[in-house]
């Protein structure tokens, strides 16, 4: 049974960091991409970092690319998102999930490859002002 446990949110101040952790049963975890994606009331959940099976790229939307970084520890089944420099609008419910992604004319669309799920908890960031 695939399980993807996220934590590490809270709340913080603006330009406070924050690392988040997801730890992944149920699948040969190297042999994915993996992903996070964030979620706020009323919208549906948008990737913001990628990272390749093996962990030697990343790629991030535009809105996050000097602020956050994307690593996984395959040895663990492990993924991590450190965020640094957070803002408000970076606030939302983050979840890890396997990913997938494709380069437009704005940037990098990071989806989520299986839109179904499963999907764990989730984690929420709250940062204020």
């Known amino acids: 049974q695939v399980q993807f446990v996220e934590s590490g949110g809270g709340s913080v101040q603006k330009v406070d960091r924050m690392r988040l952790s997801c730890t992944v049963t149920g699948y040969p975890f190297g042999d994915s991409h993996m992903g996070w994606l964030r979620q706020v009331p009323g919208k549906e959940r948008e990737g913001v970092a990628g990272v390749s099976a093996s962990g030697d790229d990343s790629f991030y939307v535009n809105s996050v690319r000097s602020s956050f970084s994307i690593s996984r520890d395959n040895g663990k089944n492990m993924e991590f998102l450190q965020m640094n420099q957070l803002k408000p609008e970076d606030t939302g419910m983050y979840y890890c999930?396997?990913?997938?992604?494709?380069?437009?004319?704005?940037?990098?669309?990071?989806?989520?490859?299986?839109?179904?799920?499963?999907w764990g908890q989730g984690t929420q960031v709250t940062v204020s002002s």
């Open positions: 999930a396997r990913a997938r992604w494709a380069r437009d004319p704005f940037g990098v669309t990071i989806s989520p490859r299986d839109r179904e799920g499963p």
